[in-house]
């Protein structure tokens, strides 16, 4: 049983800054590319970050510079900082993994059941 859990959601003023975590838990063998997607009322769920093993990283235009995605590879556990937050951030987001469960050597890529990130004043 394999399973990602996020937390750091709530309210936020614009401008303010929250820090979303993402652990990977249950029999896995390895982790690779773990990332963060963002789901608005209405729209489609779209990319924010991805960071793979090694440590690079990929941000989608609308956070660079803003948001920073890390992890700790030895906690199965990814981060996303989230400075200079604005109202067309707030969205559910969403952890998502690339992972080996110990159980068979096979890619799976699992997903969380988020976090609600809003942004008002």
């Known amino acids: 049983q394999v399973q990602l859990v996020e937390s750091g959601g709530g309210l936020v003023q614009p401008g303010g800054s929250l820090r979303l975590s993402c652990v990977a838990s249950?029999?896995?063998?390895?982790?690779?590319?773990m990332g963060w997607y963002r789901q608005a009322p209405g729209k489609e769920r779209e990319l924010v970050a991805t960071?793979?093993?090694?440590?690079?990283?990929n941000y989608a235009d609308s956070v660079k510079g803003r948001f920073t995605i890390s992890r700790d590879n030895a906690k199965n556990t990814a981060y996303l900082q989230m400075n200079s937050l604005k109202p067309e951030d707030t969205a559910v987001y969403y952890c998502?993994?690339?992972?080996?469960?110990?159980?068979?050597?096979?890619?799976?890529?699992?997903w969380g059941r988020g976090t609600q990130v809003t942004v008002s004043s």
């Open positions: 960071i793979v093993g090694g440590g690079s990283t």
């Open positions: 249950g029999s896995i063998f390895t982790v690779n590319r």
């Open positions: 998502n993994a690339d992972l080996l469960r110990t159980s068979d050597p096979v890619w799976y890529d699992y």
